[in-house]
């Protein structure tokens, strides 16, 4: 198999790929999804299991060995395990992890271990179980719930996301580290980022992560460290504790020199950078019968679109799709 074949124009290789499965979602955060929303993609644009596997299959065959499954909520897509387990088995996917909000998870997880999946990443934003229902509009028993069923099933490690807002929850970072500390998760704060209207009202909000790093290090020893996992976060290692916590900065200290990814949404649109419109729609190209090698072929030319930073900061109106409608 060829390595590193897929080189954006800025020299960075692409090993990973973050698979959205559905738009859809089971909660409504506040900064993700306006209440009410109801302009999902029509079923009959969602990339089938076939179409997706082919996909991933030739990302595989491509150099890429990371997939992370996402959504929206990726386990209110029918039979996700399934999926799973077919993902698993591709040649040169050797790393294949799930992102979810952990509603849905006590029911699914020890399917989705069976399956291949390995890693998971949850969001949780608050250990308040009313602040919880205001930011989400679900329940935080659920969420626990599913955590605990997610560490009798084996996953290890299981990565807490804790988007941090000015006001509303920021004063839980100690308490969520403590929890993590004690539960054996690893924890990693995000900041707001002003995907659609929600992301963009949410800037009012926005908390440069500095600042709870500041806090933190009050009261804990933060010693720079690294974790697997080809993502974002530049973690830290909690005293001699054995934990790591990670710090995801994409308006304060943007990491776009080290992007290594790439989107696929639910209906086979490739978008090259979070912080973009542009997109490659690979359906119609499905759809139409290509093969392997003309699949592989317009997945180097999408690449080769690949921008060489968002700009977020710059420009906070420019991306008007929901992040849900992209995947995490």
Request: with cysteine; glycine share 10%; hydrophobic share 35%.
């Amino acid at each position: 198999m060829n390595q590193h074949r897929l080189t954006d124009p800025f020299g960075r290789h692409i090993d990973y790929v973050r698979l959205s499965v559905t738009d859809r979602c089971d909660l409504r955060c506040t900064y993700c999804m306006p209440k009410g929303y109801k302009d999902f993609e029509i079923p009959d644009n969602w990339l089938s299991f076939h179409e997706i596997e082919r996909v991933i299959a030739a990302f595989g065959r491509l150099g890429v060995g990371r997939v992370r499954i996402t959504g929206g909520e990726p386990l209110v897509r029918k039979d996700l395990p399934r999926l799973a387990r077919r993902l698993a088995r591709l040649t040169g996917i050797r790393d294949l992890s799930l992102s979810t909000n952990a509603v849905k998870l006590r029911r699914h997880a020890e399917a989705l271990r069976e399956a291949g999946v390995t890693r998971l990443n949850v969001s949780l934003d608050t250990l308040d179980a009313e602040r919880f229902q205001q930011i989400t509009g679900g329940k935080l028993e659920k969420v626990l719930a599913g955590l605990s069923a997610a560490r009798e099933a084996g996953f290890a490690p299981i990565k807490i996301n804790m988007v941090v807002m000015k006001g509303i929850n920021d004063d839980e970072a100690g308490d969520m580290l403590d929890y993590c500390l004690e539960q054996g998760f690893t924890l990693r704060f995000i900041e707001t980022m002003p995907m659609g209207s929600t992301g963009r009202d949410a800037l009012g909000r926005y908390l440069p992560l500095g600042e709870i790093r500041a806090r933190l290090e009050q009261r804990y020893e933060l010693i720079p460290a690294s974790m697997d996992g080809g993502g974002p976060a530049r973690y830290y290692q909690v005293g001699d504790s054995g934990m790591r916590i990670g710090f995801i900065t994409p308006m304060s200290q943007h990491f776009c020199e080290t992007c290594n990814r790439v989107r696929l949404s639910t209906d086979g649109a490739l978008f090259m950078c979070l912080g973009q419109e542009s997109r490659y729609p690979l359906r119609p190209l499905l759809r139409s019968g290509v093969d392997d090698s003309e699949l592989e072929q317009a997945i180097i030319e999408a690449i080769a679109l690949k921008p060489e930073r968002h700009e977020f900061n710059e420009k906070p109106e420019q991306i008007v799709r929901f992040m849900s409608a992209t995947g995490g």
